[in-house]
């Protein structure tokens, strides 16, 4: 009898593209979950809000990354709106839309007032690092976080 091969490689980042706040590999992952106050994108930096579990898309407080929910129903897709539970990576590799060029092994970044993460001149996440490299602004980069989200640095 033979037999086909159907894939005979594996890329270790799966896909060359992902989704933005998709789980990039199938390494261990936390998240928590906080309530939106204001339009959260997928995939973005967002801080602790008012209250104990409210947060907000950039921001000062850094808790962790918006993860992509493929079961919200709203008239603008990709994003959580106000009052949504927002799931909040806060380790694991993940899938961004980087704002500017990111290296692999290099620090993280984000962008305070939009939450986006790639910003040369942004908040640095402590404990993140870029695994994959990306030259183009608004491509897809794997952004590996370490754990719960502790002190942050300019």
């Known amino acids: 009898m033979v037999q086909n091969t159907v894939q005979s490689t594996y890329s270790r980042y799966g896909s060359a593209v992902g989704a933005a706040g998709a789980p990039a590999t199938m390494s261990g992952y936390d998240s928590d979950t906080y309530y939106a106050q204001g ?26 990354i918006s993860i992509r929910d493929v079961t919200l ?10 009052s949504d539970n927002v ?7 993940w899938w961004v839309k980087v704002e500017a060029a990111v290296v692999a092994r290099t620090a993280v970044k984000y962008n305070t007032t939009t939450g986006q ?8 996440i402590a404990g993140a690092v870029w695994m994959t490299t990306q030259a183009t602004v608004n491509g897809f980069a794997v952004v590996r976080l370490e754990g719960p989200a502790g002190d942050i640095t300019t």
């Open 39 to 64: 339009t959260i994108p997928f995939g973005v930096a967002v801080s602790k809000g008012t209250g104990d579990r409210g947060c907000v898309k950039g921001g000062g407080t850094y808790v962790g």
């Open 117 to 124: 993460l790639g910003s040369a001149a942004g908040t640095t």
């Open 87 to 93: 799931g909040v990576a806060i380790r694991g590799d």
């Open 73 to 82: 129903v709203h008239t603008t897709p990709d994003q959580y709106e106000l």
